[in-house]
């Protein structure tokens, strides 16, 4: 394992210090329980957005946190869920008022630590709603999930969700279109390689050098099928026809393209399968009005990519033009 | 090789078309010669930047056209140097009858290129001034450069004279201004783990499972040494003590501390690298008053990271905030 890291038990923590010496014009950063707010929180009258999930698919929740999207992030060890602790105490110290809305990604561990820290949370007289993310077409069951997967989707609908809150909808308002968003968003993805977790010290899966797995997870958990490595074309093909046959997307929509990459894979291939994927969309007749596309939720260095499709509409235009200022997303201010 | 590619040799002009349907609102790409302008180009009264240089280290230079940084990018193919013809053009495309600034780093083909781009505008009438980066510290001369490498700076360099330029300073202003930039810079990088040409199909050298390069080049190219791999903050030490020392940073200067990743190193690992750095300057009683964090000057898939610093002063600073809108930095607006 070669890694830019000192003990592997102290990788979050450092990283944590790390962007709490970047960035305090952007959050705070507590540790034991450890988790990330934004500089200004509680914002007084808004729905808190609470995020957060095992650490290692950075920028995802960390790097989102501050105006205009989340407002505060749990981040667990590598690939391992946060603590109910952790997401009690993030709740409390963004509750302004207006409630606290827990956007949390399909995974049992996730959903069960999640549903604690509500239940404490509301206990101390703070009102939550949670909503659960599972758009990963691939598989239904998987490694750590009953139900599909949580994946690249979250990305969107925490922007999304987090401008809506902004903006100073209720919350209520805000759980409701963060399921809107989870029902119009699907998502497949695919490894070249596999990623080696730090305190594990060995690649977390095998591939040949001929070999890619269709269908990972964003942790390496089995995708649909393991196969021989076939043009970018071919792969953008194999990703995106079994997301807009799911939902459907269908002629006439307007959808968000994010192509994310899982770590490893460079930007000069994204554009290559970005390019692919909006011919194909072409030629459905499905409009590309939003893109996103770079390393947004990734897999350590895992190689590979992701494709999502949202379904737009006027209101989700409008909330994902609307200003974001975090450490991994920004526009507009 | 295992890339998202589909033919080697299709790989610019594949990226290219991703680029131009992802982003027409930022730029304009032409083809054969291939480069890339602003929208808006050429912007009357206004100093035009080129830059370019072989593809491969996305998101610099295409992913930096834009409002607020470069006016146009020659991109060549993988790690190869864009040829006269469409430093010509670009040239060409982006005179607004201010003249146009040339930012070349110092690679050998790069250098001559331009010079010869550069007489044959002036022989069409443009004013053209060059600006050679070369701020890498590792080594004096190395497989395509005599002298001095352009790495890092050449990302904070067309940042900040982008802003002058925007903010309407003449052409000797911004070759002054560019000059200083890279008179106050330095950097050296490190490799984990080596990158693939596409078209080569083999990896550009190799190392072990235990081995890494100190003071590799963005395209390989060896540096000081192989070793054994090291933890990170000893990596981070050597890589920023040599570059404190050549210029030499001294106690009470104010810098800018660039963590960059050479594409295939995640955002958790810079973070770490980051911490150690900061603590190190600030041990030594220098300030770092401007960051930047992620994957700008890439070398492919290549692991590892390099650091960056650059002196600033008020001027300086208020250039790097200045607003940018492009695909690979934005902010401000």
């Known amino acids: 394992m070669k890694k830019l890291i000192n003990q592997a038990e102290d990788v979050v923590k450092e990283e944590l210090k790390g962007i709490e010496l970047a960035h305090p014009d952007l959050v705070k950063v507590f540790y034991d329980p450890d988790y990330i707010v934004r500089a200004d929180a509680p914002v007084q009258g808004k729905v808190g957005l609470v995020s957060g999930g095992g650490s290692g698919h950075e920028p995802m929740h960390g790097g989102f946190v501050g105006l205009g999207m989340l407002d505060a992030a749990c981040p667990g060890a590598v690939f391992t869920s946060p603590t109910p602790d952790q997401m009690l105490e993030a709740t409390k110290a963004v509750d302004g008022g207006a409630g606290v809305l827990h956007i949390v990604k399909n995974y049992t561990g996730d959903v069960m630590n999640f549903d604690m820290a509500a239940d404490l949370a509301r206990g101390e007289g703070i009102e939550v709603e949670s909503v659960v993310v599972d758009d990963d077409v691939a598989v239904q069951d998987s490694t750590w999930t009953a139900g599909r997967r949580g994946v690249g989707l979250t990305v969107l609908l925490e922007k999304i969700v987090g401008a809506a809150a902004e903006e100073g909808r209720s919350l209520k308002e805000c759980a409701d279109l963060a399921r809107k968003v989870n029902s119009q968003g699907r998502s497949m993805g695919m490894a070249l390689t596999s ?69 490893g894979t460079p930007l000069i291939e994204l554009y290559i399968v970005y390019k692919k994927a909006v011919e194909l969309l072409e030629s459905k007749g499905i409009k590309v009005v939003r893109h996103l596309i770079g390393p947004y939720i990734t897999s350590l260095e895992m190689a590979g990519t992701s494709i999502t499709l949202l379904k737009m509409d006027e209101d989700l235009k409008k909330l994902w033009d609307a200003p974001v200022k975090t450490a991994g997303m920004r526009w507009g201010i």
Request: proline residues 9%; charged residues 30%; contains cysteine.
């Open 195 to 263: 990623c080696t977790v730090p305190h594990v010290g060995k690649p977390s899966f095998d591939l040949t050098e001929e070999e890619m797995e269709i269908g990972i997870g964003i942790h390496g958990e089995p995708g649909r099928h393991r196969m021989k490595v076939e043009p970018a074309d071919k792969v953008t093909e194999m990703l995106l026809t079994p997301v807009i046959e799911d939902l459907p997307f269908k002629e006439g929509d307007e959808v968000l393209l994010f192509v994310n990459s899982m770590g």
